[in-house]
Structure formats: C-alpha cells, structure tokens
C-alpha cells in the first residue's frame, strides 16, 4: 500500500482469491485471523468491522458517539478509473453496544475524492485531505450524511501536489491550542492562507501523475522560493494554522513522506517517515525543524550527498550536517503509516503517554513511551499490536508446525490507522494485501477492516455529552478521543469567564495530559487565564513549564517576560522552547536571551544545538561575533566543544578564516578539525571554496575530505564559483585524464526467463541455513547482515514481512517493478563505451555507480547520451546460475532473516 517499502514485485496470493473471478465489490471480504494477534498481556484483539461495510480504508477518526469515520482508497493509484463515481467517506456505528459494527453508511462520494489519505472529524465539521485541497464538508444539520442543497463544502486551502499519490496532503490533528495541524509528503505545493500568507515548499520528489490528473504546479519553478515568512522549505512539512485556514505556520519540514502526525496535550509532536531504504524513523517534531531528507535546496538526494564512511540512516537523514535534528529511532525499511498519541483511557495508567504507529511494511503497530533526554526526547520502540512478531520465523522451519496459510496470513495484516475511541480503546484500520510499497495494492477485493484493542472483557461505553452545558464540554475536553476534545475546547473557549473555574479544576488532574489540555485552554480565558493557569516560571514541573509557555505562544501573548524567566533553568528542554521562540524576533531584541543560552549547551545535546541554530536563524553572523566575544576566543584554536559545535551550526561565513585555521592546527583533535572542515562545507561563499581548495593541498589526513567536498559541492552550492579551472590548475581534478571504466549489465536471455518459475519454487520446501549460504551470491548488489554492496536495496528484514510467491517472484524476475530510486541508467561515451548503473549525480561531472560499487566520476564533455535503461539493473536468480531450490531456500532464509 501506500509507502514505498523498495523492492520488487509481487503476484496476488492464493489467499485473496476468495472468489474466483471475483473482485471489488463482488469478492467476500478477507481479514486476518485475531488468535495471530498478539499484543500486552491483558489487552485482546477483536475485530470490530470488516467489508462491506468500508473498503480499502486508508485513515479513521471517532467521533463523539463512537462512530467511526473512514476514508476509503479503492481508486488508489493504478485503480483511479475504478469506481468513477468517486471513493467515499463512510460512517460505521455499532448500534447494538455488541463490540461489533452492525451499521455504516456513505457519508459523502463524489469523483473529486481519490484515494484520500486523511478524514478529521471535529465536531460537525468533516476534514478530507484530497489533494490538491483540504476540503471541510459542514454536516449543518448534523444527519451525518452530506447533502450539497442544505450542507455545506469548502475548500479551506488548495495547492498542495500529489492527487492520486502517497505523498502528499494528510490528515488533520487539533492540537491542544485548538488550532488545527497536518503535513504533507514530499511532492511539496504552494498554497495561500486565509491570511493571504503565501507558504511555497519545494517538492523534493517530482512524480508523475498516475490517471487523468495535473498537479497543480511545476515544482522546479518554485524551487528556492522563500514563503511571505521568508523562509525557504522543502520536502514534506507540517502546518500549523488557526481552524479558518488563517495564521498558517510550517513547524517542520524537508521529511520524505510522513502520515499522520500526533499532537500532545503538552503540546509535543510526534510523527514517523518513510524511508528510501532502508531508514523508516519515529521522530518528536522539534519546532521549526529541518529533516534533513534532501539537501536543503531540495535538489539532490541523499545518495548524492552521502560522505564516504558513512551509514545509510546517517547519510539518509543527514545526521552529521549542521541545521539537521536528529533521527529519532531509525528502525530500518517499511511503510509507515498512521499513529495516535494515547493519554487517557480505557487501556490503563500503564499506557498513559503512549504513541502508537503504524507499521504496514512490517505488520506491526510500534509502541513508544516518549522520555524527556536533554533537550529532546528517548524514543524506544516496541511491538505494540503484531500479526508477525519479531523473530517468529527464525529457523529453517519458521514456525515449526504451523501451516503455510497461517504464515501467509501474518503478512497481510497492513495497518493503515489507529485512533483512541471516546470509550477509551483502540481501533486500527487494516488495508489488508499481501503487498506494500511501490504505490501498488494487489488485492481485488479491496478488503478492509477495523480491529480493537481493549482491556479483555471490555464492554464499551461511551459518555454522553452535552455540548449546551459546562459539565458537557470539560468531560469532552477530557476525552480520549484527540478530535473530540476541540468540542470541549472550542466550547468552553466560548463560555469564557463562566468556565475559568471548572477548566482550573483540571490543572488538579492526576494525569498529566489533562493539565496539559486545562493550560492551553486557561490561556485563552481573557486576561485571567494566565494567572489562574499559573506563569511559565512558576509551574511545579519541567512538562508544564513547556506547556505553559508554547500556550502563552499560541495565545499570541508577549513572552518576553517569560523567556527571561525560563532562560536560565536547569532543564535544557525548557531553555530549548525559549531559542526556539527567537526564530523570528531580531538580533537586537534576541541577543541576550540567545548569549545566555549559548552558555547553557553542554557541548553534546544536539537537539539543543538545533533549538539554538533555529532561534539564530537569519541572523547567524551577529549570534556568531557575539556568542565568540562571550564564551568563544580571538584564537579559534582554543575553541571548546562548546563554541566549537556553535560555531559549526552557525556556520557563518565570516567564520571561514577561523574554521581554515582549526582544520590546520594539530593540537586539536581529528574529530574537531573534521567539524571545521565540514562546517565550510556548509558555507556558499568564494571565500569558503577557496578555503576547501587550500586544504585539498595540504599534507593533512582531511586532504581526501576536502576534495570529496571540492568534487560535491562543484555542482552545487560553489557551482557559481566555476571551481573547474582551479581544480585542473591545482592538480586535484582534471577531467581530460579520466578513464571511463566500461561496465554493463546484462538483460536475462530468453532461456534465463524461463529457466525458473514462481509455481516451482513455492513446490519446494527451502532451507533457511542453505540460503544464507547462497546469499553469498548477491551481495555484489545488495547488503545483508552487514556485508556486501550498498548497491540495490538492502535486503535485511524485507522478507519477514512478505509472503513466499513475493520474495520469489522478486528473485527471480526483478525487473517486473522496479524499486523507488534504483531506477537504473545507460551512459554511452563518446569513446563508444558502455556503463550501466545509478546515477547519483546529474552535473559536471556525472556521478554513477554500478554493479560491485564501482562509483565513476565521468566528464561531461565524455557523454554522448545518458537515458534510462527500463530494467532492473540487479541480475535474476537465473542469471546467478541458481536452481529452483537454491531459490526456495533463498526465500527460506530471507523470510528469517
């Protein structure tokens, strides 16, 4: 489904042919059993809904009675001409209180929803995120089903590109500030506020669009455009705006694709991303952050960038490049999909603070319990809910002696949601398909289905709410339902004065959310709210001094007061809002408050780092001279880890003597003079080059360092500085002395197709440990366990996710779809020579590597053509000579390892 897990094909399954010859909507319906569920002990999985009453549901919210509102992808993608009629936003309803839908309707179905990847349900408004709009259908009469003559639609903002695609515009979350906040993939848009604020984000991934569809821009026109905030962004991002569309905000930006978003009631947020394999991540969305999925102009990729010695996950997210947060917890290839925060319910005080994702890549709903560590956030991982837990097919005979249709079954549980109920349980949507990733769905029933998580005998019930009376709308405010607590929120908002005192009530709440939810809404109680909430400073707790705080922020109130009273406590968590609240305030009014918080980094917290870098931001050069007067020194090299990791972040470029003269001195560290040397890397002056040029001369153990960068950044950032001459001058780099290596790859003979089947392999029962053994054979292309080539994708971990005919029919035919970004190419010289492989890097001159990790660097001047090659550039099980059992065991071992 929707992520692109990268790698090859897949056939239907022999599972989903439930009907023969029949498909959507004829086809029974298919779900994965609950006993292959497993999940904490004490909690029990039970299906709640199954087709027909919703299909192929791509994203859910619960609304206020329990009802559960989905979005349905049956047209996704290839399918677009599917249903022309439109794919719909149905309502299910369990009328009977059995634990089971017994009732569902079509709340709206219209050939503009394609594939929607988001509904918010916020009172009797209904968010669709249905590129290129979010739309917002008003049920004004509340009979939960859209009628255009007495209802209402809007499109509250348009210009986001992607429709019929994954990534693209996503659900809607209320914050605890009530405002609203979603994301966007990497296909970036341009879009303009109800506040007249226009917010261009560069799309970092330029598809094209699958069915009679335009994007709505062409993103290489709004390349390195800043947005009225004057800032430029890329890649996927997060919005933040009030719920009329006005005072939009982008909070984070230049992710590759994230879901969903969860917000907090502290007002944290939490998201996870997709990978380009194999670096799937669950981060906490420090504000204002760069991701780091591109370069920062949005025009090249990782693979451009990624500095020898480094790891995919550290070159991927760009983890040792200043102005990037950090990661969070990379877990390796999948498909991650929707995710909740979990505050307050039925599952107990245990779970209280959970965030819950999606994984459909790898069956599984990841748990984390987020810890405050410096000034970010612990992230360990859990398997939460899962129909294919961690090491359950280790050995040759995967489960020992359960049946082949149970293993294939464990693989088509694709969670693709999950929300909190009003009753305080969990309810996941299933996307349900042997395949993932690759924007493909191989399911023709376009089976779907909701599953709950509760304590085990749960009954549910669900509290009745009165939205005409105070009590009503605390116990809304107080929901486990995230979308039902703007009902609460807005509600008592509106009450004003009248509701100080029972919103007060809650800061008294053993639970620390809901002092969170009473705090951002006492700030918006007129002038007696803050006192009544309590100020920043004077909160009992680290969490509340931070809520406080970002709702003084959200209020629109004047902080300065408050950051003067916050710069200086001891938690670094705390100091990280107060740099984080300089971002957009001037040098003079910032200076003090961003010194003394410069004083406060311990030379290590890099989310610190970050926090202060972001509340620099356009004024680097004035926060560089004064921070170095006040804890740096005249002579750079006497810089600590302190002034030295500021320096770096800042990386101004009046630094660059200074940086020139840390890279040369040998009484510092190799690590240090390494930072130095990076650090010009990151500045786009002639001077910074010139400086890289003189270190490329120099007898140093950086020398090699300094022309990789010379060779990068010769294309790019220092591409007006017309560095060619001078390389060739210099002797480090002279194109007319390159050798062109000839290397192709064959296409598989006629013989070769048909040396192997798909139906042959399956018949044969393969051995795991004979596998790895014949693994050794593809490891001149891809990596596993740590050895071979980062050449084709890795292949760690991706089959325990699949089914058998999946893994074989990608061995032995793995042109048939061909991964994301292994798109392979043909230079032809005009020499006459050949080279196949991945271009990494367009420019002068072409970067490419092939087959064995043989990387060139070929003169633009020495190529005649370079076009795709339309094939797979991995070689099949045949070309490698392998037997029918060589595959089945290869699968065997894949599936294990």
């Known amino acids: 489904?929707?992520?692109?897990?990268?790698?090859?094909?897949?056939?239907?399954?022999?599972?989903?042919?439930?009907?023969?010859?029949?498909?959507?909507?004829?086809?029974?319906?298919?779900?994965?059993?609950?006993?292959?569920?497993?999940?904490?002990?004490?909690?029990?999985?039970?299906?709640?809904?199954?087709?027909?009453?919703?299909?192929?549901?791509?994203?859910?919210?619960?609304?206020?009675?329990?009802?559960?509102?989905?979005?349905?992808?049956?047209?996704?993608?290839?399918?677009?001409?599917?249903?022309?009629?439109?794919?719909?936003?149905?309502?299910?309803?369990?009328?009977?209180?059995?634990?089971?839908?017994?009732?569902?309707?079509?709340?709206?179905?219209?050939?503009?929803?394609?594939?929607?990847?988001?509904?918010?349900?916020?009172?009797?408004?209904?968010?669709?995120?249905?590129?290129?709009?979010?739309?917002?259908?008003?049920?004004v009469d509340r009979d939960l089903k859209f009628d255009p003559a007495k209802d209402k639609r809007e499109i509250l903002l348009t210009g986001f590109s992607g429709q019929n695609h994954d990534h693209s515009l996503h659900s809607v979350t209320v914050g605890p500030d009530g405002k609203w906040y979603f994301n966007s993939g990497n296909c970036g848009g341009q879009f303009t506020d109800k506040s007249g604020q226009t917010f261009t984000i560069y799309g970092s991934y330029r598809p094209k669009p699958i069915g009679p569809f335009e994007f709505p821009h062409n993103p290489d026109v709004l390349a390195g455009k800043p947005s009225s905030d004057g800032h430029v962004y890329v890649g996927g991002f997060t919005v933040r705006m009030n719920p009329d569309g006005t005072h939009a905000e982008i909070i984070g930006h230049n992710y590759r694709n994230s879901y969903e978003q969860s917000v907090t009631s502290l007002g944290d947020v939490f998201q996870n991303d997709n990978d380009d394999p194999p670096a799937c991540r669950v981060s906490w969305v420090m504000e204002y952050a760069n991701f780091g999925f591109s370069s920062n102009d949005g025009q090249r990729t990782w693979k451009a960038d990624k500095r020898p010695g480094q790891t995919i996950p550290v070159a991927e997210w760009r983890q040792e490049d200043p102005g990037i947060t950090p990661a969070g917890d990379v877990y390796g290839g999948g498909s991650p999909t929707g995710n909740v925060f979990y505050e307050n319910g039925a599952l107990g005080e245990k779970w209280t603070g959970t965030f819950l994702a999606c994984e459909a890549g790898r069956n599984?709903?990841?748990?984390?319990?987020?810890?405050?560590?410096?000034?970010?956030?612990?992230?360990?991982?859990?398997?939460?809910?899962?129909?294919?837990?961690?090491?359950?097919?280790?050995?040759?005979?995967?489960?020992?002696?359960?049946?082949?249709?149970?293993?294939?079954?464990?693989?088509?549980?694709?969670?693709?949601?999950?929300?909190?109920?009003?009753?305080?349980?969990?309810?996941?949507?299933?996307?349900y398909d042997p395949r993932v990733g690759g924007h493909q769905d191989l399911d023709e029933s376009c089976s779907g289905a909701v599953y709950r998580i509760a304590p085990k005998g749960f009954k549910s019930v669900v509290p009745k709410i009165d939205p005409n009376s105070i009590e009503g709308l605390v116990e809304a405010l107080k929901s486990p339902a995230v979308n039902v607590r703007a009902i609460g929120f807005n509600g008592l908002k509106a009450k004003g004065r009248l509701a100080l005192d029972p919103v007060a009530a809650l800061l008294n709440d053993p639970n620390p959310y809901i002092q969170g939810r009473a705090i951002h809404l006492l700030y918006q109680l007129g002038i007696s709210g803050p006192r009544v909430a309590g100020y920043p400073a004077d909160q009992p707790t680290t969490e509340r001094k931070i809520a406080a705080f970002r709702a003084m922020r959200r209020a629109g109130l004047d902080i300065s007061g408050a950051a003067m009273g916050l710069v200086e406590d001891p938690d670094p968590a705390v100091r990280r809002e107060v740099a984080l609240a300089m971002r957009n305030l001037s040098f003079d009014l910032s200076k003090d408050i961003l010194i003394t918080l410069a004083k406060g980094y311990d030379g290590k917290d890099r989310s610190y780092l970050e926090a202060l870098g972001a509340g620099a931001t356009g004024k680097e050069n004035e926060v560089f001279a004064a921070c170095k007067k006040a804890i740096g020194h005249d002579d750079p090299r006497l810089w600590g880890d302190v002034f030295g990791g500021i320096a770096w972040r800042l990386h101004p470029s009046s630094a660059v003597e200074d940086f020139l003269t840390r890279v040369q001195a040998e009484n510092l560290t190799l690590a240090q003079r390494q930072q130095s040397l990076d650090a010009i890397a990151f500045i786009r002056t002639k001077g910074a080059a010139t400086a890289m040029l003189t270190i490329a001369q120099l007898d140093t153990p950086l020398?090699?360092?300094?022309?990789?960068?010379?060779?990068?950044?010769?294309?790019?950032?220092?591409?007006?500085?017309?560095?060619?001459?001078?390389?060739?001058?210099?002797?480090?780099?002279?194109?007319?002395?390159?050798?062109?290596?000839?290397?192709?790859?064959?296409?598989?003979?006629?013989?070769?197709?048909?040396?192997?089947?798909?139906?042959?392999?399956?018949?044969?029962?393969?051995?795991a440990a004979r596998g790895?053994?014949?693994?050794?054979?593809?490891?001149?292309?891809?990596?596993?366990?740590?050895?071979?080539?980062?050449?084709?994708?890795p292949l760690d971990g991706w089959g325990r996710t699949q089914t058998d005919e999946v893994i074989a029919r990608s061995l032995i035919d793995p042109s048939a779809d061909i991964a994301h970004g292994f798109d392979g190419s043909v230079l032809l010289t005009k020499e006459g020579k050949t080279v196949h492989g991945l271009v990494i890097q367009e420019g002068n001159p072409t970067i490419i590597t092939s087959m064995g990790g043989l990387t060139q660097m070929i003169p633009r001047k020495e190529i005649g053509s370079n076009q795709k090659l339309n094939r797979s550039l991995m070689l099949s099980a045949a070309q490698l000579g392998l037997t029918a059992q060589d595959v089945a065991d290869l699968v065997a071992f894949l599936r294990a390892n």
């Open 1 to 139: 489904m929707i992520r692109a897990l990268c790698l090859l094909l897949v056939l239907t399954s022999p599972l989903l042919a439930q009907e023969a010859g029949k498909a959507y909507p004829d086809a029974a319906a298919a779900t994965v059993p609950n006993d292959l569920f497993v999940v904490p002990e004490g909690l029990e999985v039970t299906l709640w809904a199954t087709s027909p009453h919703l299909y192929n549901p791509t994203n859910l919210d619960i609304d206020h009675a329990g009802r559960i509102w989905a979005a349905e992808g049956v047209r996704y993608r290839k399918h677009f001409d599917r249903q022309p009629e439109g794919d719909r936003i149905v309502v299910l309803e369990d009328t009977d209180g059995d634990g089971k839908c017994d009732k569902s309707h079509t709340f709206v179905q219209e050939p503009l929803l394609i594939a929607p990847l988001g509904v918010a349900v916020i009172d009797n408004q209904i968010v669709v995120s249905q590129p290129p709009h979010l739309l917002v259908y008003t049920d």
């Open 703 to 767: 020398k090699s360092a300094a022309v990789w960068w010379l060779m990068n950044r010769m294309n790019n950032d220092w591409k007006e500085h017309d560095l060619l001459p001078e390389l060739k001058a210099r002797g480090i780099y002279d194109p007319s002395k390159v050798v062109v290596q000839e290397v192709m790859t064959p296409a598989p003979d006629e013989a070769q197709k048909s040396a192997l089947t798909v139906e042959a392999v399956l018949a044969l029962k393969g051995d």
């Open 364 to 431: 599984v709903v990841f748990g984390y319990q987020p810890k405050l560590a410096g000034a970010g956030f612990q992230l360990d991982r859990m398997d939460f809910m899962t129909s294919n837990p961690t090491g359950e097919f280790a050995g040759s005979d995967f489960l020992g002696g359960e049946t082949s249709v149970n293993r294939e079954q464990r693989t088509l549980f694709r969670p693709s949601d999950i929300a909190v109920g009003p009753d305080g349980a969990l309810y996941v949507t299933d996307w």
């Open 772 to 793: 790895k053994a014949t693994s050794a054979r593809c490891i001149m292309c891809h990596e596993i366990g740590g050895v071979g080539v980062q050449f084709g994708p």
